[in-house]
C-alpha cells in the first residue's frame, strides 16, 4: 500500500473531515487532498506531523511493513526496510522460483548470505 492510500485509509478509519486534520496539523486540507490522491508527495516535517496526529509510526505511514500470517492463522505485521521489499518482491517473480528453491533449502543461512551480498553490492 502506498503512503497515498494510507493517508486517506487513515483518514476514513477516524471519520476524520480534511478540514479536521488541517486545524489539527496546520497542513492545508488541499494539500492533505494532494497526498491522499497521489498527486504530491508530502515533506518530511509534514510526514512527522501526519504520523505523530494519527498516532502510527513513520515506517506505518509510509507503508514500510509486511502482513504476515502465522502457522496458526494468527495475523501479525513486521516492519522491514524498503531494500527487504525489493528482495522479496523479486524473489515473487516466475522467472527467480530455482532460486526460491535454492533458498527454500536451508533459509536462515541462505537469506543471511543473499541479504549480505545484496548489500555489499548496493554499497548499503
Do not use: W
Not at 28 to 46: C, L, W
Not at 63 to 71: E, G, K, M, P
Not at 112 to 117: D, E, I, Q, T
Amino acid at each position: 500500500m502506498d503512503i497515498s492510500k494510507k493517508l486517506k485509509d487513515l483518514r476514513k478509519i477516524n471519520n476524520y473531515k480534511l478540514c479536521y486534520v488541517e486545524e489539527k496539523t496546520g497542513i492545508r486540507k488541499g494539500t492533505i487532498s494532494k497526498y491522499e490522491n497521489g498527486h504530491s508527495k508530502p515533506s518530511y516535517d509534514n510526514l512527522i506531523k501526519l504520523a505523530d496526529f494519527y498516532n502510527v509510526s513513520l515506517d506505518k505511514l509510509c507503508a514500510r511493513d509486511i502482513n504476515l500470517v502465522s502457522q496458526d492463522d494468527e495475523p501479525y505485521s513486521i516492519t522491514v526496510s524498503t531494500d527487504y521489499i525489493k528482495i522479496i518482491n523479486a524473489l515473487k517473480l516466475p522467472e527467480n522460483s530455482k532460486f526460491t528453491n535454492y533458498i527454500i533449502e536451508d533459509p536462515a543461512r541462505r537469506i543471511k548470505a543473499v541479504s549480505n551480498s545484496y548489500f555489499r553490492i548496493h554499497n548499503i
